[in-house]
């Protein structure tokens, strides 16, 4: 069975190592959903602007949240309004590429790029399913093991929508591609990787004594 892709547009094709893009929805799923921070970028007053933020996936759908007097939530409007051009990063390093030259540095990563209109969700059991899944996102099954927002709290929190429709990965993996005439240097070359790392998880100093650690972190 063929593979469902994201269509290559002009601002998803690399102009650099093409063959490093991806636009099969399971590449691009797999980075996003292992990631835990994008970087939202969009023009205010004329300059360019790019915030960190925390996000999750549904679908082929982004949600990304801040706080209901945030520039770009509020700047993004709603389904009636023309929304909010952005553009969402969201990157892995995978290792640290050494190579003879310095010119030749490099890294191995993992990146999607998702560019379109982002709009504010409105809809109260969409915003609330939204942001069960931006909790999921970040340690599944965290939403169901903590207290919903409530009224005021969602009052206070904005929701983008962004679809996924002009989207593309970017890969880099493998060695540093040294020149011919620089192999015989003296110099140390090859991948230093580069992985995350869990500690212990820490209970909160008033934790209630008899609350078991949730079964979720032992994955982590």
């Not at 929304?83 to 640290?96: N, P």
């Not at 990146?111 to 909790?135: F, I």
């Amino acid at each position: 069975m063929a593979r469902a892709e994201y269509a290559a547009t002009a601002r998803t094709t690399p102009t650099r190592a093409r063959e490093r893009a991806a636009y099969d929805h399971e590449t691009v799923h797999a980075i996003l959903d292992t990631a835990y921070v994008c970087h939202l970028g969009f023009v205010r007053d004329g300059s360019p602007v790019v915030l960190p933020t925390l996000y999750g996936r549904v679908g082929d759908r982004l949600y990304l949240h801040g706080s209901t007097g945030s520039r770009p939530l509020r700047m993004a409007g709603d389904v009636s309004d023309p929304g909010l051009e952005v553009c969402v990063t969201v990157t892995h390093v995978d290792g640290l590429v050494l190579a003879r030259s310095a010119f030749h540095h490099s890294i191995n990563y993992r990146c999607v790029v998702v560019h379109g209109t982002a709009y504010q969700v409105t809809d109260q059991e969409e915003k609330k399913a939204a942001l069960d899944a931006l909790v999921d996102h970040v340690l599944s099954g965290r939403a169901a093991d903590s207290r919903p927002g409530n009224a005021k709290e969602l009052a206070a929190t904005a929701v983008l929508r962004l679809d996924l429709r002009e989207v593309s990965a970017k890969i880099r993996t493998g060695g540093p591609n040294d020149e011919p005439e620089d192999l015989a240097l003296p110099y140390w070359s090859g991948v230093l990787p580069v992985t995350p790392a869990y500690g212990a998880p820490i209970p909160s100093d008033d934790l209630a004594p008899g609350i078991p650690e949730p079964a979720y972190l032992s994955v982590h």
